[in-house]
């Protein structure tokens, strides 16, 4: 390719609306360009980097055993009603009523549409096991979409459904999948971590989240140094500590004014105790049912964890009415004193004497509240998210919590839609039994966006070789010179015909110019045919990743491409 016969539209300045580097720096090198909230244009660099990530996922996903198929964006809400997630999904989901007064949905994902078909067409033990995948276009309403392609409204995903006829079979396709995803994140170049992940409804068994660490993420893992012990927070488990035993000094409970103050904040602030000596009372909704959950003040409740102990569908915090209405005070002044509630309380509560809670009064708390002497529990769990302070779960030493990026997960589903879309196969004793499902998601763009917000530096991109847009750029350092451009011409010509994916920067610009671009589209390559290495027949080549640009002699040349240059693996 031909620089001047391409459309890399690179910027000298940061694109005002982006905030993550990966963004900036997509838009700048002419990656990508924002149509509207949540939908970006592939310019054509950009487009090659995609479709290199897509046929790495394409080749590892052939070599598992998976079978690819394309199944329309255009879906029958009715299948997303029989599984009961047409009101889970809620506004995500992007509908529309066609001219003949029919809801269509444009697919999210494609669970429903998968197991529909499969329902259709698998009949026997025989038939299975059976992987199949998808790399399309899906569709998300999504509350904030942000980081330019990382959350957007409209993005290309790589799902893989397996269908087993028992556990122990969906195990091993389970694994192939897992091991297919570290092969590809390897090739691309990731620094990317699997972590245990919430399992969800089945409960049980771990599924897992394939996670890139960095500080723009808006997942968060724990990860231990001494063990390699890594979970996303959603499930990484809190040891109760050993219990305090009752104050030697019991106290009864006191009714304070607390005019406004309906934060943790604001009533410590207000009483002068610290956020660790409150109770949260938070009123929770979990499928239609008001329970209440305790939790310390400087702690977080940990929806995943109370969602999993209540065996919920849904869950979520009760809005102003609902508090009113099972509390009798308004929100922000609930407390367990007194309440005729469902409570689950956090290990943490135990612990705690002489505490400030709620006195379900609007404007008042209580203080010296004593668990167990002013309110009883009989569900104590682990209900908070894990803190740095907390040990590892596994090994009991200390950890480290990070920002991550999700680019995949693998999930196991069992029979969470095989049973209600009724996808049932004959076993070998000619009995019905209901297919045990998993599925497999990767976000192609979040690939490219990752890789890119976790290797760059002040001038642009570094990209992995097997990413970029191009392998190397041969740049003429003087392209007036007749005899610098004929020798990039072949030098250009070479590489091509040796299959390095290569671009002559052929354009009327001066050379700090397009070292300036080089550095910032972020060629793994550069070969720089100037003077003084004609002299000497040699041509100048900077590796991206490389401080200072290097002589080798002409026939050298594709010996130097044949070593790796991957950007550095960032420690993990
Ligand atoms: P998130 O929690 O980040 O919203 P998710 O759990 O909704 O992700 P899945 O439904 O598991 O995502 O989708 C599979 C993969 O698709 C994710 O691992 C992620 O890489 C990618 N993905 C999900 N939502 C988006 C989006 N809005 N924009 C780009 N990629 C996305
Ligand atoms: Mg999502």
Not at 6 to 11: A, E, R
Not at 270 to 279: A, G, N, R, T
Not at 284 to 292: L, P, R, S, T, W
């Given at each position: 390719m031909r620089w001047s016969k391409?459309?890399?539209?690179?910027?000298k300045e940061d694109p005002q609306d982006a905030e993550a580097a990966s963004h900036k720096l997509m838009v700048r090198a002419g990656l990508i360009r924002r149509l509207s909230s949540g939908a970006y244009i592939y310019l054509p660099a950009g487009l090659k980097s995609l479709k290199k990530a897509e046929s790495i996922v394409r080749e590892e996903m052939g070599r598992s055993a998976a079978v690819?198929?394309?199944?329309?964006?255009?879906?029958?809400?009715?299948?997303?009603?029989?599984?009961?997630?047409?009101?889970?999904?809620?506004?995500?989901?992007?509908?529309?009523?066609?001219?003949?007064?029919?809801?269509?949905?444009?697919g999210p994902t494609h669970e429903e549409v998968v197991t529909d078909l499969v329902s259709r067409e698998v009949r026997s033990y025989k038939d299975l096991p059976l992987t199949l995948y998808q790399i399309q276009t899906k569709f998300r309403d999504e509350v904030r979409p942000r980081f330019g392609v990382v959350r957007s409204c409209e993005f290309l995903m790589k799902d893989a459904y397996s269908f087993d006829v028992d556990a122990e079979s969906m195990e091993r396709s389970y694994k192939t999948m897992y091991d297919a995803y570290c092969r590809i994140f390897d090739r691309c170049g990731l620094s990317y971590l699997p972590v245990e992940a919430d399992p969800g409804l089945m409960g049980g068994t771990v599924s897992h989240e394939f996670m890139v660490p960095t500080d723009i993420g808006e997942d968060r893992i724990v990860v231990c140094p001494s063990c390699g012990y890594a979970a996303s927070t959603e499930v990484a488990a809190v040891k109760a500590s050993a219990a305090a035993g009752q104050s030697t000094d019991p106290k009864s409970p006191e009714e304070v004014r607390t005019p406004g103050a309906s934060t943790v904040q604001d009533v410590?602030?207000?009483?002068?105790?610290?956020?660790?000596?409150?109770?949260?009372?938070?009123?929770?909704?979990?499928?239609?049912?008001?329970?209440?959950?305790?939790?310390?003040?400087d702690h977080e409740a940990n929806d995943a964890?109370?969602?999993?102990?209540?065996?919920?569908?849904?869950?979520?915090?009760?809005?102003?009415?609902?508090?009113?209405?099972?509390?009798?005070?308004?929100?922000?002044?609930?407390?367990?004193?007194?309440?005729?509630?469902?409570?689950?309380?956090?290990?943490?509560?135990?612990?705690?004497?002489?505490?400030?809670?709620?006195?379900?009064?609007?404007?008042?708390?209580?203080?010296?509240?004593?668990?167990?002497?002013?309110?009883?529990?009989?569900?104590?769990i682990d209900a908070r998210v894990i803190t740095a302070e907390d040990p590892c779960p596994k090994c009991g030493s200390g950890i480290e919590l990070k920002y991550a990026i999700e680019v995949g997960h693998t999930f196991k589903l069992g029979t969470k839609y095989t049973e209600p879309l009724n996808a049932m196969f004959l076993d070998d004793n000619g009995k019905q039994r209901p297919i045990i499902m998993g599925c497999y998601g990767i976000g192609v763009n979040r690939i490219l966006a990752s890789l890119i917000e976790t290797s760059h530096d002040a001038d642009g991109i570094i990209w992995s070789r097997a990413l970029a847009p191009y392998e190397a750029v041969v740049i003429p350092a003087k392209k007036e010179d007749e005899k610098i451009s004929r020798e990039a011409e072949r030098v250009y010509a070479e590489l091509a015909q040796a299959g390095v994916d290569v671009i002559l920067d052929d354009r009327d610009k001066s050379a700090g110019v397009k070292f300036k671009d080089a550095d910032l589209v972020g060629f793994p390559f550069q070969v720089i045919i100037g003077k003084k290495g004609m002299e000497t027949g040699s041509v100048e080549v900077k590796t991206r990743s490389a401080a200072k640009p290097e002589f080798v002699k002409k026939e050298n040349l594709l010996g130097t491409m044949k070593g790796d240059v991957s950007p550095p693996q960032n420690k993990l």
């Open positions: 391409t459309f890399i539209p690179t910027l690819e198929l394309l199944m329309p964006s255009l879906q029958p809400p009715e299948l997303w009603k029989r599984t009961g997630r047409y009101d889970d999904i809620g506004e995500v989901m992007i509908k529309y009523t066609d001219r003949h007064g029919k809801e269509v949905a444009l410590s602030a207000f009483l002068k105790v610290k956020p660790s000596d409150l109770i949260k009372t938070l009123i929770y909704v979990a499928d239609g049912e008001a329970v209440a959950v305790l939790i310390r003040g964890k109370i969602k999993r102990h209540l065996g919920a569908r849904s869950l979520e915090l009760a809005n102003e009415k609902k508090v009113e209405e099972v509390t009798g005070g308004a929100m922000g002044f609930s407390g367990p004193v007194g309440l005729s509630l469902r409570i689950v309380a956090d290990n943490a509560v135990r612990n705690m004497a002489h505490a400030v809670t709620g006195a379900n009064e609007k404007d008042k708390h209580l203080r010296n509240v004593d668990p167990g002497k002013d309110f009883s529990v009989k569900e104590w």
